[in-house]
C-alpha cells in the first residue's frame, strides 16, 4: 500500500490526528468543564471503535502517522486497549499516545502498554491533595500518583504532565512543579489558560502568560534551552544536570499555528480542522451511510484543504462561545 503525503494550502504537512474517544468525563475541572449542567453525547451518536479504526485507516494512507486519543476522559471508555491494539496494527501508525486525567490509570496502564501505546500526558494542576480535590470537584490525587508511578514501572515514556497555571489559585506551585525535574525524568508542561468552555472560570486576571512563568521558573536557576525530536507545540528548557525538562505551551502568546500538523476527530464523529474554528467536518453520517473509503478519504482531504491559516485567540478574547475542551478533544 502507497503512503502519501499530505499538505494543506499552507504548505503544513498534515500527519497527525488526535482522537476523542468520548465527551464524558469522570471529573469536573472548574476551568474546564461547569459542575453540572452538560448533557453528554446520545451513545449512540459516539462513533464505534470499528468507525475510528477505519477513519484511522484512510487517513494513514494519507500520510497521518501519530494519533493521540483523548476526550473528555478517554479511560472511562470500556476497552481502550482494544482500540489502541487496532490502530497499533494500522500501517502507517508509528506513535500512539494517550492524554488523561490519570485518575483510571492504575486500573489499565498494564493493559494500554501491553497493547502498544507509546507515551502519556497526565493533567495535573496540583500537588496538593486538597487543592486538587477543590480544582477537579473531587478527585483523588494520590490515585493518580499511583497510576503515574505504574506508568513509569510499565516503561512508558516519556510521562508528561500538564498544568494549566491559574493566577491566584495554582500559580503559587509552579516553582513546585518545575522542581519535580530535578529528580525525574517527566516532562512538565505549563499551559496558558485558554478562554474556552467553562465561560465563567476563565477571566483576563486569571491568566497567567508563558513569558511570566518562564520568568519566574528561571529565577529558581538558569533555564537551558533543549531541542527534543517530537517537541509539537512545547517550547522546551531543562536545569543543569536534571532529568526532566520544563515546557510551555502557549496557545495564546505564540501562536503555533504555522506549525500545526493536526486533524481532530470528535467522539461524534466530526473532523475538526482547527481548535478555535467552528467548522467540522460529518464523517460519522457518511460511514452509516454507506460512503466507500474514497467518499471518507474525499472528506479527510476537504478538511485539510479547509484548514485555516491562524486563529486569532489571542486579538479577540472571547472564545467561550465555543464548546468545552471535553466536547471538542482537548
Ligand atoms: N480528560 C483528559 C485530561 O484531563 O487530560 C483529556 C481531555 S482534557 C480536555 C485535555 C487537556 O485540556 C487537559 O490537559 C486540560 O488541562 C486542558 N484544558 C481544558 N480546558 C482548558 C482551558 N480552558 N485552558 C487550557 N487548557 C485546558
Ligand atoms: Fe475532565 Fe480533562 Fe476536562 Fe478535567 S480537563 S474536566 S479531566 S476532560
Known amino acids: 500500500m502507497s503512503m502519501q503525503r499530505i499538505q494543506d494550502q499552507f504548505e503544513r504537512t498534515i500527519d497527525y490526528m488526535r482522537i476523542s474517544v468520548t465527551d464524558r468525563c469522570n471529573l469536573r475541572c472548574i476551568y474546564c468543564m461547569p459542575s453540572e449542567g452538560v448533557t453528554p453525547t446520545n451513545h449512540d451518536n459516539i462513533l464505534r471503535y470499528e468507525e475510528v479504526v477505519r477513519i484511522v485507516s484512510v487517513a494513514a494512507r ?29 500501517d502507517g501508525i508509528d506513535d500512539i499516545s494517550l492524554t488523561t486525567n ?22 495535573l494542576d496540583s500537588l496538593n491533595a486538597e487543592k486538587y480535590s477543590e480544582i477537579t470537584r473531587g478527585g483523588d490525587i494520590n490515585t493518580v500518583l499511583e497510576g503515574i508511578q505504574l506508568a513509569q514501572q510499565e516503561g512508558v515514556s516519556p510521562i508528561k504532565l500538564n498544568m494549566v497555571p491559574i493566577r491566584g489559585f495554582n500559580d503559587n506551585e509552579i516553582e513546585a512543579f518545575a522542581e519535580l525535574t530535578v529528580k525525574t525524568p517527566f516532562h512538565v508542561r505549563f499551559i496558558e489558560f485558554m478562554p474556552i468552555g467553562a ?57 503555533f499555528c504555522g506549525s500545526c500538523n493536526r486533524l481532530r476527530l470528535t467522539s461524534d464523529g466530526k473532523l475538526r480542522p482547527c481548535l478555535f474554528s467552528e467548522t467540522e467536518i460529518d464523517l460519522k453520517s457518511a460511514l452509516r451511510s454507506g460512503a466507500q473509503d474514497e467518499e471518507i478519504e474525499r472528506l479527510i482531504r476537504l478538511s485539510v484543504e479547509v484548514k485555516p491559516q491562524g486563529h486569532t485567540i489571542g486579538h479577540e478574547r472571547s472564545f467561550t462561545h465555543l464548546k468545552p475542551m471535553s466536547k471538542i478533544g482537548g
Open 199 to 255: 465561560g465563567a472560570a476563565w477571566s483576563e486576571g486569571k491568566y497567567i502568560s508563558s513569558e511570566e512563568i518562564r520568568q519566574r521558573v528561571s529565577a529558581m536557576a538558569p533555564l537551558i534551552p533543549v531541542k527534543l525530536r517530537r517537541s509539537g507545540p512545547a517550547r522546551y528548557y531543562r536545569f543543569e544536570n536534571a532529568p526532566g525538562v520544563i515546557g510551555f505551551i502557549s496557545p495564546i502568546t505564540h501562536h
Open 62 to 90: 494519507l500520510g497521518v502517522k501519530k494519533i493521540r486519543i483523548t476526550g473528555g476522559e478517554p479511560l472511562i471508555r470500556k476497552k481502550l486497549s482494544f482500540l489502541i491494539a487496532s490502530i497499533r496494527s494500522i
Open 102 to 123: 490519570g485518575i483510571l490509570l492504575k486500573k489499565q496502564i498494564h493493559q494500554l502498554a501491553a497493547a502498544g501505546l507509546n507515551r502519556i500526558n497526565v493533567s
